[in-house]
């Protein structure tokens, strides 16, 4: 049977599959935004189309709830790849996958994939990659004034941009307030993922989140891939970093060079159809 949509989670970060060889699907902007409302829709925190097919190689496209295109989305890509386990689109503990922010390696750590490990890639601190605006340089440690609060970020790409706030004690609150602001702020020209971070110990970090794209989320994969990777650049923790979120535990694992690899679970939740009358309107035409 073919389902219209498939949905799981990892750490409470939400995300529907939909699958273009089981579901037509038109994902318009407002298509997205009306499938990822919480109360007109089916809900998530974005949607995983895939797979895409060329040749042999295997790619998604990462959407954000309010109808962007993210670049890439470590929790996104453990879903998806447990999705491919479940429709047994693949049969091999080790593939890859395409992203528009780049090529990433899956490892699935026991047959249900409900715990998986990926290969995240090399960061990168260098502002003409993330971007940042203003003269090349690393972006480490860099003063933006917020709501009159004099923050201290650092910035990273890791196929996706991200600025990583040192603070004393973030919470949903802080994202909530400042986040929006960053995301969007001047600095920026591409907007970028925001996380508020606290160093515990040389192997414990505690985030909150605030996506572009998505706004607050209890979890995220780039998010802890991006925060332990600054932490780590600044010297402030050892290469194995165990990231706190409200949704639950990352695992961060930084080899030679900056290139991350993160571990993490990946949870079922149901599939199912569209109703008649919101099929009518969101079906490929």
Known sequence: MNFHFYKYHALGNDY???????????????NIRLICHRNFGIGSDGILVGPLFQGKSISL?????????AE?????????????????????????LGTV?????????DDKGSQIRIDMGTVTF???????????????????????????????????PHCIV??????????????PTIENHSRFPNR???????????????????????????????SSCAAASAAYRLGMVDNEINVHMPGGLIKV??????????????????????????WARIQAK
């Open 16 to 30: 529907i599959v939909i699958d273009p060889n089981k579901a037509g699907v038109d994902l318009s902007e407002e």
């Open 61 to 69: 496209r990462i959407l954000n709830p309010d109808g962007s295109e």
């Open 72 to 96: 890439k989305s470590g929790n996104g890509v453990r879903i998806f790849s447990r999705y491919l386990v479940d429709e047994g689109y693949v049969t091999t503990k080790e593939f890859s």
């Open 101 to 109: 922010g780049g090529e990433v390696y899956v490892e699935l750590l």
């Open 126 to 160: 260098q502002s003409t990659n993330i971007p940042v605006t203003g003269p090349e340089r690393e972006v480490l440690n860099e003063e933006l004034v917020v709501h009159g609060q004099r923050l201290v970020t650092t910035c990273v790409s890791i196929g996706n």
């Open 166 to 179: 040192l603070y004393d004690k973030p919470s949903r609150e802080t994202a909530l307030d400042l986040g």
């Open 192 to 222: 970028i993922n925001v996380q508020f971070l606290k160093v515990l110990d040389r192997n414990n970090i505690q985030i909150e989140i605030w996506e572009r794209g998505a706004g607050y989320t209890l979890a995220s994969g780039s």
């Open 253 to 278: 694992d930084i080899q030679n060079g900056g290139h991350v690899f993160m571990t993490g679970s990946v949870t079922q939740v149901g599939k199912g159809f569209f109703s008649e009358e919101l």
